[in-house]
Structure formats: structure tokens, C-alpha cells
């Protein structure tokens, strides 16, 4: 794939992306306006994390990263890969089952586990009956994204990102039937019927998103069958790589457990101490969903398009090929996270009043302070990211492990810190400065591990790169900024013009400098167009 094909794959996936987050940001609009951001919020969102917890920890970091490499090592077979993927399919689709299975069984020792101060509660019956029905979904998570990374090894990118457009609507439909008929939700008033609509509805969206990739593999030409046949050279190696991953996976929900427990008790302390707004793990997973968005809609795509590429350079032992693609990679990355995580910091509680309208001042404003607190972690984020797809397309997941035990210490170290030294009603705020912390951590490790590889990246170049970034939007930030009190109109103008002045100084000022990148990116957008 060259330069201007992974332009090409990224601009596709990112339209896809902006579409499933703009949908999903009016999934959670609604969401916030029928549950609150306080301990009814609290119980839905420990309820349908805990999917992507249990997902994300047993299988979903092989089967989004680990399995590419294979997957893409295995179309170079006779058969186009089809044996090797359609036993791939057949012991994922077991050991989903299985997983999802154990899930409903456990429910309430999860609940006791991530929630341990709703015991005795309301709030536990409430969030163990939510799990129950949101627990199907590690299935059908799982079955995406096997589905989408055979899709994207075989080139085809679009589906993978814009599938996830129908499990919004079918949410935004549900949420807004809700609220039209039970607009006064409580802990106190929500009924059976009503848990039921919010469980089993949710998860209708994660089927319907799974079952759409079907049609986009067939017409790839993979013949995709159930073969039980599991004493494949290239399975056990699968296995063994997947085995790493969980370690890497089991190591960021455990530090992610300490999260939620902390941020739960927070809530539930504040709310004792007569605090009304919303101060624990709700506004932590909203602030953090309007983080990722740019991570989302810009490196997601970037880098997904990016791993068949390098896997496939590794197999060529082209190690120039991949210094310079992960090199312009993260620069592509930076001209576009660098501005957002500025807005963040700058303008969280703008942002959240906002995009939140729906909520109190003062909900908007925590939730805000918080989105603030995260915002720099954008820019480690996005590169990091970018680093261990590069090492997993070498399949090195051992010294990745290593390396998230150590960031997840720290992290944990100092989160237990916060939930000790600070207020309860500023620990959320608290844990959101701590996960900016303990990425950048994070990269540095991750540019020592892939220089291991011989992938000789130009770290103080790269750094040079994205503090000139920085400063470039500060600057142009800095003229609407000294004029912030005579702007006229409500929130929403404000923010659109804070946007709109300060992205047009920005791209003027890049334009100005002739700098590489901007003009690469310019180049490769035109030659699009023709």
C-alpha cells in the first residue's frame, strides 16, 4: 500500500468515523438526558462497560491487532487464506460463546467486584439485571471485529467503521422512545420493563453492527466455514500470541478496575456528604468519549489502514519502509490531535456545556474540568498507538507487556493517592490528569521497545514537530482568547467561532511555514480530487 492508498483508506475510515461518532455522541446526548450523570447514570455505564471490559480483556486486543499480521501473512497461502481464517473464526466464535456464557453466570460477583459500594443497594439489583441483558454483547463485539480485520486484510476498510452507524440509530431510536415515554427514570422508580428495554435494546445494536460485516467478507472472496481443526502451525502461533495479549489486556483492566472503584466510591461519598452533581464514573467515561473522538475519527483510521501495510513490510524485512511510514504516520496525526487536545484544555467546560445541554451548569462544568484534565493525554495516545501497531506487526507482545505492568503501576499508585489525599468530589479530576500522566509514560516505553526492532525513529525530530504544533495553535488561539468576553451569542456560537477563527490562523500560519508535512498532506488530499 503506498502513501497515497493509506490517504486514501484513512479518508474513507474517517468519514465512516466522524458518522459513528457524531451518531454516537447523539446516542449519548440522550442517554445522559434519560439517566442522569449521577448513581442511575452510574449503574447503566458500569453495566455496558463491562462487555467491552471482559471483550477487551480476553480477546479483543488479539483480534484488533494480534491476528492482522497473521491474517495478512496467511493470504500469501495457496487457498488465499481461507483454511487459516476460517479456523480463526471457528475457535473465536467458541471461545466468545463460552466467555459470554460465564459472564451471565458471574454477574453479580462482577457488579461486586467493579461497583463493591452498591452492595445492599438499590443500585446493585439495578446495575446486575443491566449486565445480564448487556452481556451478549462480548459476542457480537467480538464477532465485529474478527469479521472487520479480515475485511481490512483483504483491503477493504470502509464497513469496518461505518457498521457501528446502525448500532447508534438503533440506540438514538431506542433512547428517545424512553424518553418520550419514561422521562423521569430514577433508582428509585425504574421498573423490569424498563431495565429490559435499556439492556436488550442496547444490545440489538451490537448484533445488528456484527452481522452487516457478513456480506462484506463473502463478496471478498474469503470462504469463511466452521473447521475445528485447531493443530495448525500458524493457530498455535496465534495462540501463543493471543496468550500475550490477554497478559496486556489483563494488566490495563485490572489498573482500569482501580479506576471505576475509585471513581464509584467517589459518587457514592459525595452524594452521602449532600454533593448533588454528578462526581464519579459517569462523567470520567463522558469527558473520556469526547477525548477520543479526535484519536478516533483521525489515528484510528490512519493506523488501521497502516497495519496490514507494515505487517506486510516486516514479512519483506523493510525496515527503512517502516521507519518512514510510522514517522509520517504520527506527524499526519499530530497536525490534527495537537489542535484538539489545546481546545480541550483550554475550552473543556465550554465543550461540555455544549455538547451536554441537556444536563445542570454545574454537572457540565465538572464534567468539563474533567475533559480538561485529560486533554494533553490525547497527544500520547495517538502516538503510542501508532508504536504498538508497529510492534505487533513484528508480533513482539512479550516486552508490551512489560511495558503497560509499568505505566499501569504508576498509575495505580497514584490514583490510590488521589482517592486518599484529595476530596471525593475532585477524584474523578483527579483520575483524568493521572491517565495524561501515565501515557506519556507509556510512549517513551513504547519508542524504546520498537528501537529494539531496528526501526531507528526520529524521537527528538518528531518532538521538535509537535511542539512547534503547539506552540503554532497556541498562537493562534491567543487572538480569540484576549477577545473571549465581547463574543457574542450563547455557548454554541462561542465554541464555533473559538473553532472556526482559531483553525483558520492555524492552517494559515502551516501554510505559511511550507512545512513538510502540511504540504505532503495538501499534495496527497489534490491529487485525490483529480
Not at 183 to 212: C, F, H, K, N, R
Not at 240 to 266: E, H
Request: charged share 10%; hydrophobic share 55%; with cysteine.
Amino acid at each position: 500500500m503506498s502513501d497515497e492508498s493509506l490517504l486514501r483508506a484513512s479518508s474513507v475510515m474517517a468519514a465512516g468515523t466522524i458518522f459513528s461518532r457524531v451518531t454516537g455522541l447523539i446516542r449519548n446526548l440522550l442517554l445522559v438526558a434519560l439517566l442522569g450523570t449521577a448513581l442511575l447514570g452510574d449503574t447503566y455505564n458500569v453495566a455496558n462497560t463491562m462487555p467491552n471490559i471482559l471483550y477487551n480483556l480476553l480477546v479483543g486486543g488479539a483480534l484488533t491487532a494480534v491476528f492482522v499480521p497473521q491474517i495478512v501473512r496467511s493470504l500469501r497461502d495457496s487457498d488465499g487464506g481461507s483454511a487459516f481464517i476460517s479456523r480463526l473464526f471457528t475457535v473465536t466464535v467458541t471461545f466468545l460463546f463460552l466467555l459470554t456464557t460465564i459472564g451471565l453466570l458471574l454477574a453479580p460477583q462482577i457488579v461486586n467486584i467493579y461497583a463493591p459500594e452498591y452492595s445492599g443497594r438499590a443500585e446493585f439489583d439495578i446495575t446486575v439485571t443491566l449486565m445480564r441483558y448487556c452481556l451478549p454483547q462480548i459476542f457480537f463485539l467480538g464477532l465485529f471485529a474478527l469479521l472487520g480485520q479480515i475485511a481490512n486484510a483483504k483491503g477493504k476498510f470502509g464497513p469496518m467503521m461505518w457498521a457501528p452507524v446502525i448500532n447508534n440509530l438503533i440506540a438514538i431510536t431506542l433512547f428517545t422512545f424512553l424518553l418520550r415515554n419514561n422521562p423521569d427514570l430514577a433508582v428509585e422508580s425504574i421498573t423490569t420493563s424498563d431495565l429490559l428495554w435499556l439492556g436488550l435494546g442496547t444490545t440489538a445494536g451490537y448484533i445488528a453492527q456484527a452481522l452487516i460485516l457478513f456480506p462484506v467478507i463473502i463478496k471478498s472472496g474469503v470462504k469463511l466455514s466452521l473447521n475445528f481443526n485447531w493443530r495448525n502451525t500458524q493457530i498455535i502461533k496465534s495462540f501463543k500470541l493471543a496468550g500475550w495479549s490477554f497478559l496486556y489486556a489483563l494488566i490495563s483492566q485490572l489498573s482500569y478496575l482501580v479506576t471505576i472503584n475509585i471513581a464509584t466510591t467517589a459518587a457514592v461519598r459525595s452524594a452521602a456528604g449532600g454533593v448533588a452533581t454528578g462526581v464519579g464514573y459517569t462523567p470520567y467515561a463522558n469527558a473520556y468519549l469526547i477525548l477520543i473522538l479526535p484519536h478516533s475519527i483521525i489515528t484510528l483510521s490512519i493506523v488501521t489502514a497502516l497495519l496490514p501495510r507494515l505487517s506486510n513490510l516486516v514479512i519483506d524485512k523493510k525496515q527503512g519502509e517502516i521507519t518512514s511510514a510510522m514517522n509520517m504516520a504520527m506527524r499526519l496525526i499530530g497536525i490534527f490531535t495537537v489542535p484538539a487536545a489545546l481546545l480541550f484544555l483550554v475550552f473543556g467546560e465550554v465543550i461540555s456545556k455544549v455538547l451536554y445541554f441537556g444536563i445542570s451548569t454545574d454537572d457540565a462544568n465538572y464534567l468539563g474540568l474533567t475533559l480538561s484534565a485529560f486533554a494533553l493525554g490525547l497527544i500520547p495516545v495517538s502516538i503510542n498507538l501508532v508504536l504498538l501497531r508497529g510492534l505487533n506487526a513484528f508480533e513482539n507482545l512479550r516486552s508490551q507487556v512489560i511495558g503497560n505492568l509499568i505505566m499501569n503501576i504508576i498509575s495505580v499508585v497514584l490514583s490510590m493517592a488521589a482517592a486518599v489525599y484529595l476530596e471525593p468530589k475532585w477524584v474523578t479530576v483527579g483520575l483524568a490528569a493521572i491517565f495524561t500522566v501515565h501515557y506519556f509514560i507509556g510512549t517513551a516505553i513504547s519508542f524504546y521497545l520498537i528501537k529494539r526492532h531496528n526501526i531507528d525513529l526520529p524521537v527528538f525530530s518528531i518532538a521538535v514537530f509537535y511542539l512547534k504544533l503547539f506552540l503554532i495553535f497556541s498562537l493562534s488561539l491567543a487572538p480569540i482568547w484576549a477577545l473571549r468576553y465581547q463574543l457574542p451569542g450563547g455557548n454554541l456560537i462561542y465554541l464555533l467561532l473559538v473553532v472556526l477563527v482559531s483553525a483558520a490562523f492555524y492552517l494559515f500560519i502551516l501554510r505559511l511555514l511550507k512545512m513538510p508535512e502540511v504540504t505532503y498532506l495538501v499534495k496527497m488530499i489534490k491529487a485525490r480530487k483529480e
